[in-house]
């Protein structure tokens, strides 16, 4: 089945330990992306990625760092979380090439206490 | 900047009615546009998808319109049920060699009385 898979899927953590949300396709695409989804400001892009080695900043890239090594790939990396990252995160994929749309994840429910 | 609005905010309908739920966007130069459902707690799921060359898309009781010109797009869902209950979230894709990101309305929370 073709999907996107992130986890975990809940993650309870406290200011400043460093932590990762996984992130992986088997579609093969080449375009990858994470979204944060706050209540009143929706989903909103914090890094993505065209290709292996190639990573870019979003809208809310602050405190956040992507790494793309392997094409299915695409972890979320917060070096030093704080509350203010609390929020629902998804990560996304499309192809890179035709007009398909994108898959998401199932999402991951991350709190910063 | 593309600003994508979706109103009504919040949605109550009888099973059975058959109803419309409304995207604007600000910038026509759109790739295309998504409209997604998002359950409670859980992720995003594809509904359609319009290429910014076609006019409407169906699958089953769902058919979405697109009107570039106007900024806007509508997604009808034909005899509503309870289990159509959901958030419902519209995002265009800009026009823009490079990042292809998705720029989401704040979505309608629908809710279909049994």
């Known amino acids: 089945e073709a999907q996107v898979t992130q986890n975990p899927r809940y993650l309870i953590t406290v200011t400043g330990k460093k932590l990762t949300v996984t992130c992986s396709q088997n579609?093969?695409?080449?375009?990858m992306s994470w979204y944060r989804q706050d209540p009143g400001l929706g989903l909103r892009q914090i890094y993505y990625?065209?290709?292996?080695?190639?990573?870019d900043k979003g809208d809310v890239p602050e405190g956040y760092k992507v790494s793309r090594k392997e094409k299915r790939n695409f972890p979320l990396i917060l070096e030093s979380p704080s509350p203010n990252q609390t929020s629902l995160y998804f990560c996304?994929?499309?192809?890179?090439?035709?007009?398909?749309?994108?898959?998401f994840g199932s999402g991951t429910r991350l709190t910063v206490v | 900047k593309q600003e994508v609005t979706q109103i009504p905010a919040a949605l109550s309908v009888p099973e059975g009615e058959n109803l419309v739920l409304n995207c604007s966007f600000t910038d026509s130069a759109i790739y295309n546009l998504q409209w997604f459902r998002q359950d409670p707690g859980k992720g995003l799921t594809s509904l359609l998808l319009?290429?910014?060359?076609?006019r409407e898309q169906t699958s089953g009781r769902l058919n979405a319109s697109l009107d570039k010109s106007s900024g806007r797009s509508t997604l009808y869902i034909a005899a509503s049920q309870p289990g159509d209950s959901a958030t419902y979230l519209c995002?265009?894709?800009?026009?823009?060699?490079?990042?292809?990101?998705?720029?989401f309305g704040t979505g309608t929370r629908l809710t279909i009385i049994p």
């Open positions: 996304a994929s499309s192809r890179w090439t035709g007009n398909y749309g994108y898959t």
């Open positions: 995002a265009v894709e800009l026009a823009n060699f490079g990042n292809e990101k998705l720029t």
């Open positions: 319009i290429q910014s060359s076609q």
């Open positions: 990625s065209m290709n292996v080695e190639v990573t």
């Open positions: 579609m093969n695409h080449e375009y």
